[in-house]
């Protein structure tokens, strides 16, 4: 903008002059912070229009109650058929687990034949054991046997001469009848001789270790040039028919739902593979401790199976009726499960509730709900007990 301005002056002399010229003025400036809130007002303008716009452009209506409720969505469960199961961590084991030892006097270990990790037959030879003092000790009662046997035929040659003379008057009746006990003596010195032979080579033959079953070895314990008595420990284990189980730890509750038969599926941890057994036997007595029984359940062998190790067992259980729920309506705290029903009122009410089996079409509530009610299906966690909402039925 453009202004004339007149300037006078008075000279030193006293002679005043004039000065006359054009002088532009700059335009005042606008304030940043009044810009950026003329912006933030037209932002909030348009978010109003777009709420209106979107809502369909009707106002709210005054005085509705549930107007600012939040909307939550609801469904009526029902009851349904189930299948329950109960899943239990558990233990691998041999079914049968046979030790196997020293029968004999035992001596120093000449061979191992098996290792573990080998099937064995019935009868078949674990480890030989030195028997070279043992065979002579048989090789010598073998020839007092036959010392003995000599004696008795040299008495019975005696006792047959001497009755071939008794009818001639040269022998007499007494001398027959010592004679008859001489012989008679003679067998039995026989027989015990016979016996003692017996006795060692059956003591020979039990100096090697032998399989008492079929089955699968699961440890050995012995190496040659090992000594190994009457007193020392299991030289192996074996799983009699390699058959395995598991030890199920179930609680005093489900352990009272189940019976022996029922069907099971096993997987050993660490491996996606699974294995179908039943339960076989169900423990007759309850950990004090722990309030837990065992249910043993039969598995055919298999070499992903390994005794000792942990495993996961889903155990059938029947069929029951329940209400069936998904995971995000059953909440949970330190005072137990529980879910959100909506009252005639739309009013927030939170009840207890009692699980069972976890399926895969949801948790099945066993107690607490009839089913008829509306239960809350989500946002459970914010809302408050008494609270109002606005219950949205579940779109199929």
Avoid: H
Wanted: charged share 15%; net charge neutral; no cysteine.
């Amino acid at each position: 903008m453009n202004f004339e301005t007149t300037i006078r002056a008075e000279a030193a002399d006293g002679v005043a002059t004039e000065y006359t010229g054009t002088r532009t003025l700059a335009a005042p400036a606008i304030p940043r912070w009044l810009i950026i809130g003329g912006l933030g007002l037209f932002g909030l303008l348009l978010a109003i229009a777009a709420y209106f716009a979107l809502a369909g452009g009707e106002p709210v209506a005054v005085g509705d109650d549930n107007s600012q409720a939040p909307s939550v969505t609801v469904v009526t469960p029902g009851k349904t058929a189930v299948a329950g199961e109960i899943e239990a961590p558990g233990s691998l084991a041999a079914r049968r687990p046979m030790p196997v030892g020293v029968v004999g006097e035992g001596g120093q270990v000449l061979r191992v034949t098996v290792d573990a990790g080998d099937w064995v037959q019935q009868g078949q030879v674990l480890a030989v054991i030195d028997r070279s003092v043992q065979v002579q000790q048989a090789a010598a009662q073998s020839a007092l046997a036959d010392v003995a046997r000599a004696d008795a035929n040299l008495a019975q040659a005696n006792l047959d001469r001497a009755l071939q003379l008794v009818a001639r008057g040269f022998i007499s009746k007494a001398d027959v009848d010592r004679l008859t006990a001489t012989r008679d003596a003679a067998v039995a010195r026989v027989k015990v001789a016979d016996a003692q032979s017996l006795e060692q080579r059956a003591r020979n033959q039990r100096l090697n270790i032998y399989a008492p079953a079929s089955g699968y070895v699961l440890a050995r314990n012995v190496e040659p040039g090992q000594t190994v008595g009457a007193g020392s420990a299991a030289l192996f284990t074996i799983a009699s028919g390699g058959e395995m189980e598991v030890l199920a730890q179930v609680s005093e509750e489900q352990l009272a739902g189940l019976s022996v038969g029922v069907n099971a599926s096993v997987t050993p941890t660490g491996s996606e593979q699974s294995f179908t057994g039943q339960v076989w036997q169900l423990s007759p007595v309850i950990d004090q401790a722990t309030r837990q029984g065992i249910a043993r359940i039969a598995l055919p062998f298999n070499p992903a199976l390994r005794p000792g190790g942990f495993a996961t067992a889903r155990i059938n259980s029947g069929t029951f009726t329940a209400t069936l729920l998904p995971e995000s309506a059953v909440l949970a705290d330190n005072e137990g499960s529980f879910v959100y029903i909506i009252d005639k009122n739309n009013k927030a009410v939170r009840r207890a509730v009692k699980t069972g089996a976890v399926t895969e079409r949801g948790i099945a509530i066993t107690g607490g709900l009839s089913g008829t009610e509306r239960v809350v299906l989500r946002a459970g966690g914010f809302l408050n007990p008494g609270e109002t909402v606005n219950p949205q039925p579940l779109k199929k």
